[in-house]
């Protein structure tokens, strides 16, 4: 029993979850925007950790807190009655800018060219 939970913590958690917003009558939305702000804090958590520990700040931290509290904002502005589609566009733009910024912190990262430089020596 014991090994089947810990196997399927994530089915667990999420079936958890899903049920606390049935019972509590919260709208999926509200929800979702919830569950992104408390990514936000997560992330923001293990960049601080990591720079306390390591004394540098990692570029992937950064950009994946900006791109899920731009996520957020997107759908906090698509459940608005009368949302802009232009801000949703720009925000939508600003996230795929992100992405292409995380793809490029990925590839050039210092560690990994390194450890690149020591396979090749």
């Not at 958590?45 to 904002?73: A, G, P, Q, T, Y």
């Amino acid at each position: 029993m014991k090994k089947i939970l810990i196997e399927n913590y994530q089915i667990i958690s999420s079936l958890a979850i899903f049920s606390l917003i049935l019972i509590l009558h919260t709208p999926f939305y509200k929800a979702i925007i919830v569950l992104l702000e408390f990514i936000v804090v997560l992330e923001v958590v293990k960049m601080i950790s990591d720079f306390i520990e390591k004394r540098k700040l990692r570029l992937r931290f950064i950009i994946d807190v900006f791109i899920i509290f731009l996520i957020r904002d997107v759908i906090i502005k698509i459940t608005e009655p009368s949302y802009k589609e232009h801000e949703i566009f720009f925000l939508l733009f600003v996230i795929f800018m992100f992405f292409i910024f995380r793809i490029l912190a990925l590839v050039y990262s210092p560690s990994i060219t390194r450890n690149q430089k020591n396979k090749n020596s």
